[in-house]
C-alpha cells in the first residue's frame, strides 16, 4: 500500500533555533512524523514491518538513557515529542481531515504505551507514595491548598517578577502559548457520565475557561491577543520547538489521566492544585509585564486568570476534591498523589522554563508572526 507522505506535518514550530536533539533522536522524530501521515500505518507496517525499525530502536535507547542511565535531556526531550504527536490525536484542531487518519492505530497504541510504562514508574518513584497512602485526605488537601495559594516567592518568581527583560517575556509566552491557546481542552475528556454535584461543578469550570461559549470571552482569545501586542503567531502549537520537555511532560501526564477513567481522582486532584496555585504564577508574569510598562492587551490573560482561578481553585477543593474524597474513601489517597504529582511537575516546568528565558536573554530568538 502506497503511504501518504507528502502531508506537511502537523507540528511546525516556527521559532528560529538549532535543534536541541542529537541528530539521531531528530531522524528518528522526522521518520516518525512520516509514518504518522502514512494511510493505514498498521497494514503499511505488516507489510513493511523495517520502515519503523530505526523509530523503534531509537525508542528503546532513549527510554534507557531517561529512566535508567543519566536521564538524558535529548532522550527525555525526544520521548515527550513523540508521545505528545500521539496524544494531540485525541484533540481536534480544525485542519486536514486525513490528519487523523491514524487516530485508532494499534501501532500509535503500542508507541504510547511503551513510553508511559516507563515513564510514568519513573514519575512515581519521585513521590513516597507510600507515606500519601496514610495520611489524612481531607486534612492533607486542605493545608495544601492553604499552603500552595500563596507561596513564598522562589528563585525563579523573583527572577521574573524583577529581572526578566521584554525578550524573556515574548519566550514566556511563546512556550506558555502550547497550553494558552487551548485551554482547558483535556478538561472536557472527563466531563462524560453521571450526572452528580461533582460533573456539574467540572462543567462550570470548563465553561468559564471557555467564556460561556462565546469565543470572544474564551480564556484562549485573551492569550492570543497577548501574541498579537508583540506581533507573534497566534496559531495553536506554533512555537512547539521551543517547549522544553518538562512542559510536555505536563500535558502528556494530563492526557494519560483523563483518559484513564480509573485515574480520575488523581486528575481531579492535579487540577484542584493546578487552580489554586495558578494565581501565584500568575501574579509573577503580571508583575514582570507591569515593570516593563507593557500594554494592558500584553497581560490581560494574567489578570482574568488571577481573579478567575482563585474561584476555580476554591470550588475545585471544596466542589470536587472533598467531596469526591468522601464518595471514595478507600482510593481517595489517589487525590493527594494527584495533587503532589502535578505540583512536581509544574515546579519542573516552571524551572525548565526560566532557564529558557535566561538563555535566550543572552541568545536572542526570532520569534515570527503567523504566515
Request: no cysteine; proline share 0%; glycine share 4%.
Given at each position: 500500500m502506497q503511504g501518504n507522505t507528502a502531508m506537511l506535518p502537523i507540528l511546525q514550530g516556527e521559532a528560529k533555533h538549532p535543534p536541541a536533539n542529537p541528530p539521531a533522536y531528530d531522524e528518528a522524530e522526522q521518520r516518525f512524523v512520516k509514518l504518522l501521515a502514512v494511510e493505514d500505518l498498521d497494514h503499511y507496517l505488516a507489510v513493511q514491518p523495517s520502515a519503523a525499525t530505526g523509530f523503534e530502536q531509537a525508542i528503546a535507547k532513549a527510554i534507557v538513557e531517561a529512566y535508567e542511565q543519566s536521564g538524558s535531556t535529548a532522550a527525555h526531550r525526544f520521548?515527550?515529542?513523540?508521545?505528545?504527536?500521539?496524544?494531540?490525536?485525541?484533540?481536534?484542531?480544525?485542519?486536514?481531515?486525513?490528519?487523523?487518519?491514524?487516530e485508532r492505530s494499534f501501532y500509535l497504541q503500542k508507541v504510547r504505551n511503551q513510553i508511559e510504562a516507563a515513564w510514568q514508574a519513573w514519575e512515581l518513584a519521585q513521590l513516597d507514595v507510600a507515606a500519601l497512602q496514610q495520611e489524612n485526605v481531607q486534612q492533607a488537601l486542605t493545608e495544601r491548598c492553604a499552603r500552595d495559594l500563596d507561596p513564598p516567592l522562589s528563585a525563579s518568581s523573583r527572577y521574573i517578577q524583577e529581572q526578566m527583560t521584554e525578550a524573556g517575556y515574548r519566550l514566556l509566552l511563546a512556550i506558555a502559548s502550547f497550553d494558552g491557546l487551548v485551554e482547558g481542552s483535556r478538561l472536557s475528556r472527563i466531563l462524560g457520565g453521571a450526572a452528580n454535584d461533582v460533573q456539574c461543578m467540572l462543567t462550570r469550570v470548563l465553561m468559564e475557561e471557555y467564556g460561556g461559549g462565546r469565543l470572544a470571552r474564551k480564556h484562549s482569545t485573551f492569550f492570543a491577543q497577548m501574541l498579537a501586542e508583540f506581533d507573534m503567531s497566534t496559531e495553536p502549537e506554533a512555537y512547539f520547538d521551543l517547549v522544553p520537555w518538562e512542559v510536555l511532560a505536563c500535558a502528556n501526564?494530563?492526557?494519560?489521566?483523563?483518559?484513564?477513567?480509573?485515574?480520575?481522582?488523581?486528575?481531579?486532584?492535579?487540577?484542584?492544585?493546578?487552580?489554586v496555585a495558578g494565581p501565584a504564577a500568575y501574579r509573577n508574569y503580571l508583575a514582570a509585564a507591569q515593570r516593563l510598562e507593557l500594554s494592558a492587551a500584553a497581560m490581560g490573560y494574567w489578570e482574568l486568570h488571577i481573579k478567575e482561578d482563585e474561584r476555580h481553585g476554591q470550588w475545585m477543593l471544596r466542589d470536587v476534591a472533598l467531596p469526591l474524597a468522601a464518595q471514595y474513601p478507600d482510593d481517595a489517597w489517589e487525590l493527594v498523589l494527584g495533587y503532589d504529582q502535578e505540583r512536581l511537575l509544574g515546579d519542573r516546568a516552571g524551572d525548565a522554563i526560566v532557564r529558557s528565558v535566561q538563555k535566550a536573554e543572552h541568545q536572542p530568538l526570532a520569534l515570527e508572526t503567523a504566515r
Open positions: 520521548l515527550q515529542r513523540i508521545l505528545y504527536r500521539i496524544n494531540r490525536l485525541k484533540l481536534f484542531w480544525y485542519d486536514d481531515l486525513r490528519h487523523y487518519t491514524n501526564h494530563n492526557f494519560l489521566l483523563t483518559e484513564r477513567k480509573r485515574y480520575f481522582l488523581r486528575y481531579n486532584g492535579g487540577l484542584t492544585y493546578f487552580e
